[in-house]
């Protein structure tokens, strides 16, 4: 697997750990603040309209509520959402902590739990893009390694180099040889393509042919032996 590529993998998993373990960490705050927190019923009084850079915006209702010594307190959610649009006078729950009233938080899903799950959401993402393509890569290896030692080689005829336009890293698409062989035995064409390759190979083929290591009960199994070609320094 190619240095950059490595790099770029573990960048995505290292960023998606992160984020799991954020949103783990949120989700216990949340459990916790769930358990020892007081409840009042409080009222909405107001409903903030806040633009954000995706021109949506969000609502954000300010709330006035009475803890149980009886101490007013108002305050704005930090969770905005359109479903709080029109809810000036709507009775809501709120939960706070004894010793910091002013930091109260509504007691709904969005409020108690949006945030840990987006994160928890984004980790999953960002790890799933660092190390699928990472095992699928470890499963070809594998694969590869067991036909070079197992596999029937034949010699498939080279058709040309190509870009494998399904990849891009960077911006650029990775070159694979195109190969064909002829099976006599049931006159079928099989079609063979190489692993990536970050260069173009084309001036250092030699040859018409280049050898493929076949599933001896699955043809379609098969590696490209490209050993011969030059390393990138």
């Not at 300010?62 to 007013?72: D, E, G, L, P, Y």
């Amino acid at each position: 697997m190619d240095f950059v590529v490595k790099k770029a993998l573990g960048l995505f998993w290292g960023v998606g750990c992160i984020l799991l373990i954020l949103a783990g960490y949120m989700l216990y705050s949340s459990m916790q603040f769930q358990k020892t927190a007081l409840r009042a019923e409080g009222v909405v009084t107001e409903v903030r309209y806040e633009r954000s850079s995706d021109s949506k915006g969000s609502y954000h209702p300010v709330i006035a509520f009475n803890t149980n010594q009886n101490k007013r307190i108002v305050f704005e959610s930090s969770t905005g959402s359109s479903s709080y649009r029109g809810t000036e006078g709507n009775s809501i729950e709120v939960l706070y902590a004894a010793d910091a009233p002013e930091n109260a938080e509504i007691n709904d899903s969005l409020s108690q739990w949006g945030a840990p799950v987006i994160l928890g959401g984004m980790g999953i993402v960002f790890a799933s893009i660092g190390c699928i393509p990472f095992l699928i890569m470890r499963v070809r290896s594998r694969r590869s390694a067991r036909l070079l030692q197992e596999g029937v080689p034949i010699e498939a005829e080279i058709i040309g180099v190509e870009l494998n336009q399904a990849i891009q890293f960077n911006g650029r698409s990775p070159y694979r040889i195109k190969s064909q062989w002829l099976d006599k035995n049931t006159n079928q064409v099989f079609v063979f393509y190489s692993d990536n390759i970050n260069f173009d190979p084309s001036s250092y083929i030699q040859g018409e042919t280049i050898t493929v290591y076949l599933d001896k009960n699955d043809p379609k199994k098969y590696h490209v032996d490209i050993s011969l070609l030059p390393k990138i320094a």
